[in-house]
């Protein structure tokens, strides 16, 4: 049998391990705060918009934390149950539902946000800040070549260096 024609490494399977590696430092704090993957996806872009007083539509929030629709309905019905958001109709359009986090939500942000910034400064320090920033940039790169929309990124923005 021969071996597959393939010349390039396996970029969505080095992606998600380089997801599951990350996220294997983070995955113990979230459990301590009685959190799934989904749930600190929601909270982090609530966390992100928490300025924003009229809330984040549901559509936004399943976009950002990259959930489909079914799966968000299911998080945001047991995170409402824990007290972590709370929803309401749009005003400008009944049909639409905004969220936001709670207090008790937005201190597990808080909280969180602590052990996570202290591994991307750990991470920062392994691989330089010039390396991180570029990967940053890099991985943006990718999203936009693909057409997946507009970057939204989670983190300030950096200037990129112009490609050698």
């Known amino acids: ?17 380089a997801r599951e590696s990350v996220m294997g430092h983070t995955r113990p704090s979230l459990r301590e705060h009685g959190l799934s993957d989904q749930q600190w996806r929601v909270l982090r872009v609530l966390g992100e918009h928490a300025h924003d007083s009229a809330g984040v539509e549901t559509g936004r929030v399943a976009k950002e934390a ?29 049909r639409r539902t905004v969220v936001r986090a709670t207090a008790l939500g937005l201190s597990k942000v808080q909280a969180l946000s602590r052990s996570i910034e202290a591994h991307y400064a750990w991470m920062e320090g392994q691989l330089g800040k010039t390396v991180l920033q570029d990967l940053y940039g890099l991985l943006d790169q990718v ?17 990129k260096k112009a490609a050698p």
Do not use: K, Y
Request: include cysteine; proline fraction near 13%; glycine fraction near 8%.
């Open 1 to 17: 049998m021969q071996a597959t024609p393939f010349i390039h490494r396996n970029l969505p399977r080095l992606l998600l391990q």
């Open 66 to 94: 990259f959930l489909l629709g079914p799966s968000l309905t299911g998080v945001l019905n047991r995170m409402a149950r824990d007290g972590l958001i709370e929803r309401q109709r749009c005003p400008q359009d009944a």
């Open 143 to 159: 999203i936009a070549l693909e057409g997946d929309g507009p970057v939204v990124p989670d983190e300030p923005t950096h200037p």
